[in-house]
């Protein structure tokens, strides 16, 4: 493992990283170097508390020279207050020994005082979305001299539903900039994001790591369509003695609310939900419950469960085949921790044949298929997402024969072709960086809220 002084950097950085204490770079830090340094586009996935803060900052505080103009030449756009507050204290340790200027803007406190601040002048503005972009409608500040924006969390600020603001901000950037983006997890949100505002950008990616998956024991089932999962899950679920914590994940918060309400009736009670959406009191309640084990069942989304820290939990059922792999790993990291067994289950239909094996690529590991449990009931229902447009899924003549055949998945809206374009699961895979085996030495911190 390389260490900091590889790197090239100044004494008064240097300086700053004895200070903290900082030993070696994190693997997102070592790899993100050199890459964001040549100016090139940037995506870099890693899990929480893996060190990304410093990963973009470094090359950029290396390269950022010394000036007294007003306008930022940097802006580094995160989900919330708190992230605000979190990264400007980070940025000011790095820069401890150097005359960088650094302001935080965020909403629910006064803009005028914000206002003043930022017409001080500053090197590096972090920003939240909302609050800047109402700093920029009031001609406060200016970002016509920016060279680099990092987006931090990207999957979050997606998530709290922050994408016109952000794509407002997006359009109004000078062209030629360098675009950084960092998050935990993919979702396919962040990537229609890249597409329309990206470069070719180069792709780091980490792999999750601390649970060693040796102590995960992986299977999978194939099950037709939505209804036929619900159907499994709910015969899976029967059993309460050995499903006794589980998780079960989707990837979307409609998708989270649509298999609760599915399986309402039968599990109401020892069910909770977990996603962007639901108010913060309803999130804490909901982990609580779950954690105690008044709640047996929590049905979450990759994004929200990227902090969590739960005990014990018996299984994590994959509800859908996550589209992006990084994703399945992160899920199933939720079991089997601190030296327990753990067990995953991922349900797949024809259309997720795909994401599955790039899943098995990632690993370098083909998940055991179990059979169909027979006594489980084949659904020939159709969720909204699987109606061909044609006729709104109340075609009569549709049977249960032709589900099985899967020719359900030959007629899918438009907008859900894009996990079923041969091949393109392996094209997305080779764009990023081979993952490594060995990640994160500090651990998983616990995402402050
Ligand atoms: P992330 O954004 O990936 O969640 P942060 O950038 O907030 O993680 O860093 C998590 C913690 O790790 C911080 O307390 C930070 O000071 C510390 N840290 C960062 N880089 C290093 C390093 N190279 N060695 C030791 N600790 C580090
Ligand atoms: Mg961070």
Redesign the pocket.
Known sequence: MRDFFDFNISRQLLNAIED???????P??EQSYAVIQSGKDVVGI??????????YMLPILQNLKFSKQVSPRVLIMVPTRELVL?VVE?IKSYTAYMSTRIVGVYGGTNINTQMMDVAQGCDILVATPGRLYDLIIARAVQLNSIKKLVI?EVDVMLDLGFRYQLTNILDLLPEKRQNIM?S?TMTEEVDLLIDDYFISPERISIAVSGTPLEHIEQTAYPVPNFYTKVNLLEFLLADRQVFNKVLVFTSTKKGADYLAEAIELRYGSQLAVLHANKSQNYRIRSIEEFEEGVKRILITTDVMARGLDLTQVSHVINFDTPAYPENYLHRIGRTGRAEQEGKTILFFTPKEEEPKGAIETLMNYEIPVLEFPEVVEVSSRKSPDERPDTDGGKNPNRNIKQVERGAAFHEKKEKNKKTNQGGSYLRKMKRYKKPKTKGDK?GN?KRKK
Do not use: S, V
């Open positions: 903290l204490k900082f030993d070696k770079p994190t997102i830090q890693a899990q929480t508390g893996t060190g990304k803060t410093f990963a979190q980070q931090d960092y935990a500090i911190r």
